[in-house]
């Protein structure tokens, strides 16, 4: 494959951005296009949003000359390999593929003969051939796996693991036709260390879907579990500890107030969807984990209704400390996270909101959340503590057995004033 061909990717975010890096790293000229202006502004600027990249890593890439972001379609023009990386959101329970609809009419007009377009957005099993395909055929008058290739490969970014990245996670790769399949891989075995090519598109769908459902399910029968667990008076994390020495047929999941991001509360119901869909029946453990991972916020709010009353105050108008919003440890992504529903159900109840979390940026701060730091002075002020993301930038040695109340979600403290979920 020729280095030298301009690859364009669609999505600046925690896929894309990487995906551009990288590209950027191994020697292509890369178009980075994203609408939203605050991020493209911020590229430019060389100051990264991701917390995966580095502003030193992004000002690499400018100064190299081969990293372009940018707003603008037309700087795309006669790419060799286009990447869509866009959002796939639930609106009202239904899969939302316009951004997927609009990226590929962009380059659709754009395509030439011989160029190869790859999905990495998640999504259900059939995308890639019936949806994206007849876009990119009709607003270029081109025949996909004859005149241009095209393909799907889930992405699989975790963010904030500093052992399996981008880079070194085995990255599954597709083809519409054998031809495309050949392009496809050729792309990524330039990027990653290893692609794991399947038949079609579709088996790769699906395979985006059961990693994700696998988590889903399993972080759900915890949560419920851990519901139960303090009914009965038993500590659920250690025996979750205990279990994890099993050096067989056991993996470790942890309860927590919620499950957040780009994938884990939307990604199954897009599996849920199509089963109903195309089927006409129900996908019950998805359904099952929906309902239990949804309704974790209700849960987290009802134990801290009952630490409130045992020191004799009312949730309306306690003053309320949120430890972290983004939904998961060590990024700034709130896409979904459990922290929106909370703060939603604690307006509700009448408490006034404050939060710690020094990833977020601040045109992303949720609406009527005040923003402070954690120290224990602060801390001292405040009716009742939540934890809800353990950031390890976060000194959480500051709540103990400070008099304030304190619900630890995620079982990293310890003292008289701390429960766990």
Known sequence: MDRNRTVVIVGQGYVGLPVAMRAVAVGFNVVGIDLDVNRTESLRAGNSYVDDISHGELRAALDSGRYLPTTDYNEANNFGVAVITVPTPLRESLPDLSFIESSAASLSTRLRSGATVVLESTTYPGTTE??????????????????????????????????????????????????????????????????????????AELTKLLENTFRHVNIALVNELAIFASQLGVNVWESIEAAATKPFGFMKFTPGPGVGGHCLPVDPSYLSWQVRRKLGQNFRFVELANDINDHMPDYVVQRLLVMLNRESKALRGSRVLLVGLAYKKNTGDIREAPSLRLIELLADFGAELTAVDGHVEDYRWPTGVAKTTLDEQTVREFDAVIIVTDHDSLDLTLLEDIGTPVLDTKSRTSGTNIEWL
């Open 130 to 203: 019936e949806l994206l395909v007849p876009i990119l055929e009709n607003g270029s008058g081109l025949t996909a796996g004859v005149d241009f290739h095209v393909g799907y490969s889930p992405e699989r970014i975790d963010p904030g693991n500093k052992v399996w990245g981008f880079v070194q996670t085995p990255k599954v790769v597709s083809g519409l036709n054998p031809a495309s399949l050949i392009e496809v891989q050729a792309f990524y075995d330039t990027l990653v260390n290893q692609t794991v090519p399947v038949s079609s598109p579709k088996e």
